[in-house]
């Protein structure tokens, strides 16, 4: 039996002997068992050592794991394996997106790794790939090589405020809540009553994007200072009732917006 298949509570303690902090656990030459008894096995093992580990299923989504896996793990992937295109960025983005729901602290969905900076997409686009992974609280987990990683890539896998919505307390995944063909509007609320904001071009060409508070979770009468994530700077004047901008094909505009009094 190959891999850890039978043998959890003994590789769980080696894990231990070796300071792991998180592991990543496949469902390759899983013996025809299903995942919904084999997964609770490592889950099982894991709750019996003294070190906290970060456990990170992959059976790829196939059973829709969003389901049954928070009782079981820290993460699970909803996708297939990502590759370094934006078909594929785009294609996990959305299928992710389907599990929203089911998200929260302590358990999380997983569209897998970031493709940032394996040389296949632009700069622009894996700007986007990693504005929308942050939004909807997926693990940001550097796929490329860092020993070789370019300023450019660095500048993008370092940017803490988009770190920041990723890792906000309030831990709710954010999704897609309008779209017009390709241009559409991802969000989700943030602590302290703020709102992450996405604008997102998946045309082939340069576009206006409209986000209205009515969609992104604001009362229309909202006034809001906009925060430029990328930019790093305020807009210049309070918005009402909705944020509007051009945006590149393939590129993004990030927002966190403040209400400039409670609601």
């Known amino acids: 039996m190959p891999g850890s298949l039978g043998y959890e509570e003994h590789d769980a303690q080696t894990f231990v002997s070796w300071g792991i902090d998180y592991l990543k656990y496949d469902n390759?030459?899983?013996?025809?068992?299903?995942?919904?008894d084999r997964y609770p096995k490592m889950s099982d093992a894991l709750s019996k050592i003294d070190r906290p580990i970060f456990y990170s299923m992959c059976e790829w989504g196939d059973q829709n794991p969003a389901i049954w896996a928070p009782k079981i793990a820290n993460s699970w992937r909803?996708?297939?394996?990502?590759?370094?295109?934006?078909?594929?960025?785009?294609?996990?983005?959305?299928?992710?997106?389907?599990?929203?729901?089911?998200?929260?602290?302590?358990?999380?969905?997983?569209?897998?790794?970031?493709?940032?900076?394996?040389?296949?997409?632009?700069?622009?686009?894996?700007?986007?790939?990693?504005?929308?992974?942050?939004?909807?609280?997926?693990?940001l987990l550097i796929g490329c090589d860092i020993r070789s990683a370019t300023p450019v890539t660095l500048e993008i896998l370092s940017n803490s405020e988009v770190?920041?919505?990723?890792?906000?307390?309030?831990?709710?995944?954010?999704?897609?809540?309008?779209?017009?063909?390709?241009?559409?509007?991802?969000?989700?609320?943030?602590?302290?009553?703020?709102?992450?904001?996405?604008?997102?071009?998946?045309?082939?060409?340069?576009?206006?994007?409209?986000?209205?508070?009515?969609?992104?979770?604001?009362?229309?009468d909202a006034a809001v200072k906009a925060r430029d994530l990328w930019v790093h700077s305020y807009l210049p004047s309070t918005l009402q009732s909705n944020l509007t901008s051009t945006v590149d094909s393939h590129a993004c505009k990030m927002y966190v917006l403040t209400p400039s009094s409670g609601y």
């Open 28 to 36: 390759c030459y899983n013996g025809g068992i299903n995942p919904q």
């Open 78 to 139: 909803t996708t297939g394996d990502i590759q370094d295109s934006w078909e594929s960025i785009t294609a996990n983005a959305d299928q992710n997106d389907k599990w929203a729901a089911y998200a929260g602290p302590s358990g999380w969905n997983d569209p897998d790794m970031l493709e940032v900076g394996n040389g296949n997409m632009t700069s622009v686009e894996y700007q986007s790939h990693f504005s929308i992974w942050a939004l909807m609280k997926a693990p």
């Open 163 to 220: 770190i920041n919505v990723n890792q906000d307390p309030l831990g709710v995944q954010g999704k897609k809540v309008g779209e017009q063909g390709d241009l559409e509007v991802w969000a989700g609320p943030l602590s302290n009553n703020e709102v992450a904001v996405i604008l997102w071009n998946r045309s082939g060409s340069q576009a206006s994007i409209t986000a209205k508070w009515v969609d992104i979770g604001l009362p229309s």
